[in-house]
T-cell receptor
Protein backbone atom coordinates (compact mmCIF):
# COMPACT_ATOMS: atom_id res chain seq x y z
CA UNK A 1 0.00 0.00 0.00
CA UNK A 2 0.97 3.64 -0.17
CA UNK A 3 3.06 5.06 2.63
CA UNK A 4 2.57 7.74 5.22
CA UNK A 5 5.75 9.78 4.96
CA UNK A 6 7.68 11.40 7.79
CA UNK A 7 11.20 12.71 8.06
CA UNK A 8 13.37 10.35 10.09
CA UNK A 9 15.15 12.75 12.44
CA UNK A 10 14.73 16.15 14.03
CA UNK A 11 17.04 17.84 16.51
CA UNK A 12 16.07 20.96 18.47
CA UNK A 13 17.40 22.86 21.44
CA UNK A 14 15.56 22.87 24.73
CA UNK A 15 13.06 25.73 24.86
CA UNK A 16 12.67 26.00 21.09
CA UNK A 17 9.59 24.87 19.17
CA UNK A 18 9.62 21.55 17.30
CA UNK A 19 7.63 20.94 14.15
CA UNK A 20 7.20 17.38 12.94
CA UNK A 21 5.71 16.95 9.50
CA UNK A 22 3.76 14.13 7.88
CA UNK A 23 2.17 13.56 4.49
CA UNK A 24 -0.59 11.02 4.24
CA UNK A 25 -2.13 9.25 1.33
CA UNK A 26 -5.87 8.83 1.60
CA UNK A 27 -8.00 11.92 1.07
CA UNK A 28 -10.93 10.08 2.64
CA UNK A 29 -9.11 9.47 5.92
CA UNK A 30 -11.47 10.28 8.76
CA UNK A 31 -9.01 10.82 11.59
CA UNK A 32 -5.32 11.60 11.79
CA UNK A 33 -3.28 10.78 14.85
CA UNK A 34 -0.02 11.56 16.58
CA UNK A 35 1.52 8.94 18.87
CA UNK A 36 4.67 9.23 20.98
CA UNK A 37 6.98 6.30 21.75
CA UNK A 38 9.74 6.58 24.35
CA UNK A 39 12.58 4.03 24.31
CA UNK A 40 11.40 0.58 25.32
CA UNK A 41 7.82 1.74 25.80
CA UNK A 42 4.50 1.45 24.03
CA UNK A 43 2.72 4.00 21.87
CA UNK A 44 1.17 6.85 23.80
CA UNK A 45 -1.68 8.70 22.09
CA UNK A 46 -0.76 12.39 22.03
CA UNK A 47 -3.61 13.88 20.06
CA UNK A 48 -5.82 13.33 17.05
CA UNK A 49 -7.77 15.49 14.66
CA UNK A 50 -10.95 14.89 12.71
CA UNK A 51 -10.57 15.46 9.00
CA UNK A 52 -13.06 18.34 8.92
CA UNK A 53 -10.85 20.40 11.24
CA UNK A 54 -7.88 22.59 10.25
CA UNK A 55 -6.26 22.97 13.64
CA UNK A 56 -6.34 21.55 17.12
CA UNK A 57 -4.50 22.90 20.14
CA UNK A 58 -3.88 21.03 23.37
CA UNK A 59 -1.57 22.76 25.87
CA UNK A 60 1.92 22.74 24.24
CA UNK A 61 0.75 20.76 21.21
CA UNK A 62 -0.69 22.25 18.02
CA UNK A 63 -1.84 20.07 15.14
CA UNK A 64 -2.31 21.62 11.71
CA UNK A 65 -4.10 19.81 8.89
CA UNK A 66 -3.91 20.81 5.24
CA UNK A 67 -6.34 18.52 3.46
CA UNK A 68 -5.58 19.88 0.01
CA UNK A 69 -1.91 18.91 0.31
CA UNK A 70 -2.59 15.90 2.61
CA UNK A 71 -0.16 17.39 5.07
CA UNK A 72 -0.27 17.07 8.85
CA UNK A 73 2.07 18.74 11.30
CA UNK A 74 2.67 18.58 15.05
CA UNK A 75 4.15 21.60 16.76
CA UNK A 76 5.54 21.24 20.29
CA UNK A 77 6.05 24.57 22.00
CA UNK A 78 8.84 25.07 24.56
CA UNK A 79 10.34 21.65 23.82
CA UNK A 80 11.81 19.87 26.83
CA UNK A 81 14.32 17.01 27.11
CA UNK A 82 11.42 14.79 28.17
CA UNK A 83 9.93 15.30 24.72
CA UNK A 84 12.79 13.29 23.17
CA UNK A 85 11.09 10.27 21.63
CA UNK A 86 9.83 8.84 18.34
CA UNK A 87 6.67 10.46 17.02
CA UNK A 88 4.35 8.52 14.72
CA UNK A 89 1.76 9.97 12.39
CA UNK A 90 -1.15 7.68 11.48
CA UNK A 91 -4.17 7.95 9.20
CA UNK A 92 -7.40 6.04 9.54
CA UNK A 93 -8.44 4.11 6.50
CA UNK A 94 -11.60 2.32 5.54
CA UNK A 95 -12.57 -0.54 7.77
CA UNK A 96 -10.19 -0.96 10.65
CA UNK A 97 -6.93 -0.05 9.02
CA UNK A 98 -4.72 2.53 10.70
CA UNK A 99 -1.78 3.34 8.47
CA UNK A 100 1.39 4.44 10.31
CA UNK A 101 4.40 6.38 9.17
CA UNK A 102 7.82 5.03 10.13
CA UNK A 103 8.28 7.64 12.84
CA UNK A 104 10.34 10.78 13.43
CA UNK A 105 13.05 10.62 16.12
CA UNK A 106 13.08 13.88 18.02
CA UNK A 107 16.26 14.71 19.94
CA UNK A 108 16.13 17.64 22.35
CA UNK A 109 19.52 18.99 23.37
CA UNK A 110 20.17 21.17 26.43
CA UNK B 1 -8.25 2.06 34.78
CA UNK B 2 -5.20 0.11 33.67
CA UNK B 3 -6.04 0.65 29.99
CA UNK B 4 -4.48 -2.03 27.78
CA UNK B 5 -2.26 -4.57 29.51
CA UNK B 6 -0.03 -7.21 27.93
CA UNK B 7 1.81 -10.24 29.28
CA UNK B 8 4.59 -11.19 29.22
CA UNK B 9 6.80 -8.11 28.81
CA UNK B 10 9.73 -10.13 27.47
CA UNK B 11 10.06 -13.64 26.04
CA UNK B 12 12.80 -15.70 24.42
CA UNK B 13 11.81 -18.76 22.40
CA UNK B 14 13.64 -21.37 20.42
CA UNK B 15 12.64 -22.01 16.81
CA UNK B 16 9.63 -24.30 16.69
CA UNK B 17 8.35 -23.53 20.19
CA UNK B 18 4.86 -22.19 20.71
CA UNK B 19 3.52 -19.48 22.95
CA UNK B 20 0.53 -17.24 23.53
CA UNK B 21 0.70 -13.49 24.07
CA UNK B 22 -2.05 -12.18 26.30
CA UNK B 23 -3.86 -8.86 26.05
CA UNK B 24 -6.65 -7.38 28.14
CA UNK B 25 -8.42 -4.02 28.20
CA UNK B 26 -10.67 -2.52 30.83
CA UNK B 27 -12.19 0.29 28.76
CA UNK B 28 -15.16 -1.75 27.50
CA UNK B 29 -13.95 -1.33 23.93
CA UNK B 30 -15.47 -3.40 21.16
CA UNK B 31 -12.46 -3.58 18.84
CA UNK B 32 -9.05 -5.06 19.59
CA UNK B 33 -5.89 -5.36 17.50
CA UNK B 34 -2.50 -7.04 17.35
CA UNK B 35 0.45 -5.26 15.70
CA UNK B 36 4.10 -6.01 15.30
CA UNK B 37 6.83 -3.36 15.19
CA UNK B 38 10.09 -3.97 13.39
CA UNK B 39 12.96 -1.53 12.77
CA UNK B 40 12.42 0.39 9.54
CA UNK B 41 9.01 -1.22 8.99
CA UNK B 42 6.80 0.79 11.30
CA UNK B 43 3.74 -0.93 12.76
CA UNK B 44 1.97 -3.64 10.84
CA UNK B 45 -1.42 -5.10 11.66
CA UNK B 46 -1.44 -8.86 12.27
CA UNK B 47 -5.06 -9.55 13.23
CA UNK B 48 -7.98 -7.63 14.58
CA UNK B 49 -11.32 -8.29 16.24
CA UNK B 50 -14.07 -5.82 15.44
CA UNK B 51 -16.28 -7.18 18.21
CA UNK B 52 -16.55 -10.12 20.56
CA UNK B 53 -16.85 -13.31 18.54
CA UNK B 54 -15.23 -12.02 15.34
CA UNK B 55 -11.64 -11.97 14.12
CA UNK B 56 -10.10 -10.93 10.81
CA UNK B 57 -6.69 -11.01 9.17
CA UNK B 58 -4.63 -7.90 8.89
CA UNK B 59 -1.59 -7.15 6.78
CA UNK B 60 0.78 -9.88 8.06
CA UNK B 61 -1.26 -12.80 9.54
CA UNK B 62 0.88 -15.74 8.41
CA UNK B 63 2.29 -17.78 11.31
CA UNK B 64 -0.19 -16.40 13.86
CA UNK B 65 -3.59 -17.25 15.26
CA UNK B 66 -5.83 -15.23 17.53
CA UNK B 67 -8.66 -15.78 19.98
CA UNK B 68 -11.13 -13.19 21.20
CA UNK B 69 -11.85 -14.88 24.49
CA UNK B 70 -14.43 -12.32 25.63
CA UNK B 71 -14.90 -8.58 25.29
CA UNK B 72 -11.88 -7.84 27.49
CA UNK B 73 -9.30 -10.32 26.20
CA UNK B 74 -7.61 -10.93 22.85
CA UNK B 75 -4.73 -13.39 22.62
CA UNK B 76 -2.13 -13.98 19.90
CA UNK B 77 -0.66 -17.43 19.41
CA UNK B 78 2.53 -18.47 17.65
CA UNK B 79 2.21 -22.19 16.95
CA UNK B 80 5.75 -22.77 15.70
CA UNK B 81 7.95 -19.75 16.27
CA UNK B 82 10.45 -18.68 13.60
CA UNK B 83 13.33 -16.18 13.84
CA UNK B 84 11.39 -13.90 11.45
CA UNK B 85 8.85 -13.47 14.25
CA UNK B 86 11.39 -11.71 16.46
CA UNK B 87 9.68 -8.39 17.03
CA UNK B 88 7.88 -6.16 19.47
CA UNK B 89 4.19 -7.00 19.65
CA UNK B 90 1.57 -4.43 20.58
CA UNK B 91 -2.05 -4.95 21.43
CA UNK B 92 -4.52 -2.10 21.01
CA UNK B 93 -8.18 -1.44 21.65
CA UNK B 94 -10.70 1.07 20.39
CA UNK B 95 -14.33 2.01 20.43
CA UNK B 96 -14.79 4.15 17.30
CA UNK B 97 -11.71 6.28 18.05
CA UNK B 98 -8.98 6.73 19.21
CA UNK B 99 -6.93 3.56 19.36
CA UNK B 100 -5.03 2.92 22.61
CA UNK B 101 -1.96 0.73 22.74
CA UNK B 102 -0.52 -1.55 25.38
CA UNK B 103 3.13 -1.46 26.58
CA UNK B 104 4.28 -4.25 24.26
CA UNK B 105 5.85 -7.70 24.41
CA UNK B 106 9.44 -8.02 23.26
CA UNK B 107 9.85 -11.45 21.66
CA UNK B 108 13.12 -12.99 20.51
CA UNK B 109 13.14 -16.26 18.58
CA UNK B 110 16.52 -17.98 18.45
Amino acid sequence: GEDVEQSLFLSVREGDSSVINCTYTDSSSTYLYWYKQEPGAGLQLLTYIFSNMDMKQDQRLTVLLNKKDKHLSLRIADTQTGDSAIYFCAESRSGYALNFGKGTSLLVTP
Amino acid sequence: NAGVTQTPKFQVLKTGQSMTLQCAQDMNHNSMYWYRQDPGMGLRLIYYSASEGTTDKGEVPNGYNVSRLNKREFSLRLESAAPSQTSVYFCASEDRTPRYFGPGTRLTVL
